[in-house]
Structures are given as structure tokens and as C-alpha cells.
């Protein structure tokens, strides 16, 4: 058992039950139309927040796309959450990522990349950073099984074994990359031993178990921060949910097996059932907590919801310092489209 105290876990607990009310609302609003898409963590809990625990609030992050975990254990509200899923005139990316790709550079997490594991780099150059500066601070990468299969997986291991970074490769293995299962990407022992094979101390943990991570990651930081090595982490879990809303698992896998893994194996139930052992948590606690939850959830999509869109001008903006007579074309054009059938465009969208 990690040493751990009471207040600590319970913020673990209660940022996994949030968690998993935002997944719950957010997805049924998505299937509203009220977002475009939207990407739950369930099953997942116990990975993302029990890891974001163990970490230094000032170690960056490069997540794939599964970890809101860890900016909502770092102090993302919901209303940013909200807002990022609304692409209103608050969110932070201007409007011009899909939802669930959530960024702050406040909090030291990287905005979110669709093209898999091109995060992986990226974050063994920031430890290498970190590591020149002889800052105490470690990168910490997150990534499913399936990103495993991908050249910059392996391109970065390689780069963070010979360069000694400390950089902590976080793996959900949930068993599936979208539709295709982990005994058709690889021959080998999972993941583990990928790690190995690059010169790379490697670890196995229960990701279902929330205390387990959290010991494991807590470890692992040290030695990479105090022995400058990256570490790879490998976290057995599974995904209950549909990869995305634009997957229907049940093509692909059986009822019962999502249905054991749901009902037998729920991270959030299982840290529940130790902290009602520990005699720090019961049912009415539980009841209230999730009531709460629910309700500040749905106040953020109310207040989200209504607000305007991004203006039409930031399609345009942000990329040169200033703006080439080619984009300024373009821009033209698009308004000049837009004026001829207005009806067919959103009227929250400033022009």
C-alpha cells in the first residue's frame, strides 16, 4: 500500500466521480446534436487522475485524448470544459479544434493532436528541456495500445533511451485500438516489453486500481527526475465505452464482456468499496457527492451553451504575423459566400 492520506484520496475519488458525470452529460449531449463529437474516459478513471496526483503540477503534460482526467485533477472547471466542447467565444482553442481537444498552457498541458501518438516526440523533447535547464521536472506522455503500433512511438522511445530524458510514457492499454484488438496489433507480452527493448525501465500496474497507479507513477517520477531516465508504464485496463461517438463497439465486441467490465470491474466502484472499508466514505456521502456533481455539470453546459461562437475571422488568424493576400482572398470570398445564403449559416457565428 502507498502511503497516502485520507484527503488525498478522497480528491482523487471525488475528481473520478466528476469525471465520469461530465462523460455521462457531455456524451448524451452530444447524441443531442448540441456538440459535433465527444470522447468519454469510463473505465478509464483511475489511470488519468491517480497518475495526475503522483505528478508535479509543474511537469508538462502530452495527452492523446482520454485524459481530461488530468486537466480536471489540475483545476480545468467544467465551464472550460463546456466551453471547449461549445467551441463558444471562450474557449481557449478559438474554435478551431474538434471537441474533447482540451489545452491550457496555465495548467502545463499541451493542447490535444487527433493524429496518434505525434505527442509522443514532443514530450521527450520537453523532458530533454527540462533536463538541460537541470530543472527538477519531469514530461508526462499518455497514449493508448494502439499508439504503440505507430513509427513516433518508437522513434521517441528510442530518442528519450539515448538521450536519458526524463519522460514518463503513460500507456492505456484498454485492449483495443478503436475496433482492433491488442492480440491483432502485437505478437509480444503487450507493451511492457517494447519498453525494454529500447533500454527503457518498464513497469505493469492494475490501471483499475486508483491506489496501484498512484504508487507507480509517484515511483516512477523519482526515478526519472533523480536518475534522468525515461520510464514507460504500462496500465491494464479497459475501455467500457464506445471508442468515440463515432464508434458502436457492440460491432466488434460482446455484450457481456463490456457488461463484466462495467458491473465487476469499475475503477470508480472499487476505490469507493476501500474508502467505505477505511471507514472514510458511505452510500449517503456517495448519493450527495454524485448529485452535486451532476448539477454543477448541467449549470456548465447552461451557461456554455448559449454563449456565441468564434468569429468567422479567426478561420484566418494566428498563423501568419500578418495575414497573405492569398488568406485575405480566401476570407473574402468565404463572406461573400456567406452573405448570398445566410440562412444556411449558423446565426451565432460573428461575422
Known amino acids: 500500500m502507498p502511503e497516502i492520506d485520507k484527503a488525498l484520496v478522497l480528491k482523487i475519488y471525488q475528481n473520478m466521480v466528476t469525471l465520469q458525470s461530465m462523460d455521462s452529460l457531455f456524451f448524451e449531449a452530444q447524441r443531442q446534436g448540441r456538440f459535433s463529437f465527444y470522447l468519454t474516459s469510463f473505465g478509464e478513471e ?3 487522475i491517480a497518475s495526475a496526483a503522483a505528478l508535479s503540477d ?3 503534460v502530452y495527452a492523446q485524448y482520454r ?3 488530468v486537466l480536471m485533477w489540475r483545476g480545468f472547471t467544467l465551464n472550460e470544459f463546456a466551453n471547449q466542447c461549445f467551441s463558444n467565444d471562450l474557449d481557449y482553442g478559438k474554435g478551431r479544434q474538434m471537441p474533447i481537444h482540451y489545452g491550457s498552457a496555465k495548467l502545463n498541458y499541451a493542447t490535444v493532436s487527433s493524429p496518434i501518438a505525434t505527442q509522443l516526440p514532443h514530450a521527450v523533447g520537453a523532458a530533454y528541456a527540462f533536463k538541460m535547464d537541470q530543472k527538477p521536472l519531469c514530461s508526462a506522455t499518455y497514449f493508448g495500445d494502439g499508439a504503440t503500433s505507430e513509427g513516433d512511438f518508437h522513434g521517441a522511445m528510442n530518442f528519450a533511451a539515448v538521450l536519458e530524458a526524463p519522460v514518463l510514457f503513460i500507456c492505456r492499454n484498454n ?3 478503436i475496433s482492433t484488438p491488442a492480440h491483432e496489433q502485437f505478437k509480444g ?6 519498453g525494454q527493448a529500447y533500454g527503457v525501465r518498464s513497469f505493469r500496474v492494475d490501471g483499475n486500481d486508483a491506489l496501484a497507479v498512484y504508487a507507480t507513477v509517484k515511483a516512477a517520477r523519482k526515478m526519472a527526475v533523480e536518475e ?3 520510464i514507460l508504464i504500462e496500465a491494464l485496463t479497459y475501455r467500457v465505452g464506445h471508442h468515440s461517438t463515432s464508434d458502436d463497439s457492440g460491432k466488434y465486441r460482446k455484450g457481456d464482456e463490456m457488461h463484466h467490465w462495467k458491473t465487476m470491474r469499475d475503477p470508480v466502484v472499487r476505490l469507493r468499496r476501500w474508502l467505505e472499508g477505511e471507514g472514510w466514505w458511505d452510500s449517503d456521502a456517495d448519493q450527495q457527492l454524485r448529485a452535486e456533481t451532476r448539477n454543477e455539470v448541467i ?3 447552461q451557461r456554455a451553451g448559449p454563449r456565441m461562437k468564434q468569429p468567422l475571422a479567426n478561420l484566418f488568424t494566428d498563423v501568419y504575423d500578418t495575414i497573405p493576400s492569398h488568406l485575405r482572398q480566401q476570407e473574402k470570398e468565404l463572406r461573400s459566400t456567406v452573405a448570398r445564403h445566410r440562412q444556411d449559416y449558423p446565426f451565432d457565428v460573428p461575422l
Open 46 to 48: 483511475a489511470i488519468t
Open 58 to 60: 509543474d511537469d508538462m
Open 67 to 69: 485524459e481530461p482526467g
Open 175 to 177: 485492449g483495443y485500438a
Open 189 to 194: 507480452d503487450g507493451v511492457v516489453c517494447k
Open 228 to 230: 534522468s531516465r525515461p
Open 299 to 301: 449549470a456548465a453546459m
